[in-house]
């Protein structure tokens, strides 16, 4: 939607290289995922940093000297450090923007320190397994993913990655959530397989180059609104909508209009997904009268 957007914008036929940064900036939502989950790693690298640095000062205190290890000896923090399938993704992805930039993991351990969440979980030093996991996961949750600072550095670095923030703190959060003491970790996939990846050209493609054909569907469904009135992105989300319902067999007709609401709902205004859901569910009624429709399957209606 947003790559359509952006042609339109552009007045731009360059249908190859848009597609190319529509790819890539769907792949670069890997390199997001796996930066956020070795913020973990690092951070809790730069706190045993600290901690054997202070140890071995001239005038080291009591406590400099025995620390309490619990946060650099959590379960989950080092079992995501040693884990094999995030390691290879790291190496493959070239991923080393830390070790760049550590100067926003020590902001983030700082953030850490000072949350009454590290105190509770510090004031004692014996812990489960399950403990470890909890604190991990809402410190992730808390203070990691809010972070104005890490936010603005992600932002910069990658401007595309706006959108993709939630949906990939979403996820770690989830597998954090899942993580057992088996080391069960393993990296997710961008794509399920060859034929989702294919997905994003095929409705890419058959959307820009069937926009003429595909606005005529629904422009005499719209007696109250001029076709000018519509706002653009409406009109793209209709467009798309239209497509998965005449292109794509085996793409079930509510799952693709609950989609596309939910789409709107995040981009569009305020009324734009009451509009879109009126215009989709006389367009489908009209298409399996017209028999328009062939959707393959189970369960696919």
């Known amino acids: 939607m947003q790559s359509i957007y952006a042609m339109h914008q552009k007045s731009s036929d360059e249908l190859e290289k848009e597609e190319k940064f529509l790819i890539q900036s769907i792949d670069n939502i890997q390199d997001l995922y796996l930066i956020m989950l070795s913020s973990l790693i690092e951070i809790r690298k730069k706190e045993e940093v600290f901690l054997e640095t202070s140890s ?3 005038l080291a205190t009591p406590e400099e000297k025995n620390p309490n290890r619990k946060f650099v000896n959590n379960a989950v923090l080092l079992l995501l450090e040693e884990n094999s399938s995030l390691s290879i993704a790291l190496e493959k992805r070239k991923i080393n923007n830390w070790s760049m930039n550590d100067d926003y993991i020590l902001i983030l351990l700082n953030e850490i320190k000072k949350s009454d969440l590290y105190q509770k979980y510090m004031s004692t030093k014996k812990t489960t397994f399950e403990e470890d996991k909890q604190f991990v996961v809402d410190m992730f949750t808390e203070v990691l993913a809010p972070n104005e600072k890490l936010y603005e550095y992600l932002e910069d670095h990658k401007l595309t990655w706006i959108d993709d923030i939630p949906l990939v703190n979403t996820q770690i959060q989830k597998q954090l959530r899942q993580i057992s003491e088996k080391d069960d970790f393993r990296v997710i996939k961008l794509y399920k397989d060859e034929e989702d990846r294919e997905f994003v050209s095929l409705l890419f493609r058959k959307t820009v180059l069937n926009e003429v054909s595909l606005a005529k569907e629904y422009i005499d469904k719209t007696p109250n609104w001029d076709a000018d009135r519509i706002a653009e992105i409406d009109t793209i989300i209709l467009k798309m ?8 067999p085996s793409i079930p007709v509510k799952v693709t209009i ?8 995040e981009y569009s205004t305020p009324k734009s997904s009451i509009f879109i859901n009126g215009i989709l569910d006389n367009l489908v009624k009209e298409f399996e009268s017209e028999n328009k429709i062939k959707k393959t399957g189970r369960g696919l209606m």
């Open 241 to 248: 909508a239209i497509c998965e319902f005449l292109k794509f």
């Open 56 to 58: 071995k000062k001239h």
């Open 258 to 265: 609950n989609e596309y609401l939910e789409i709107a709902k």
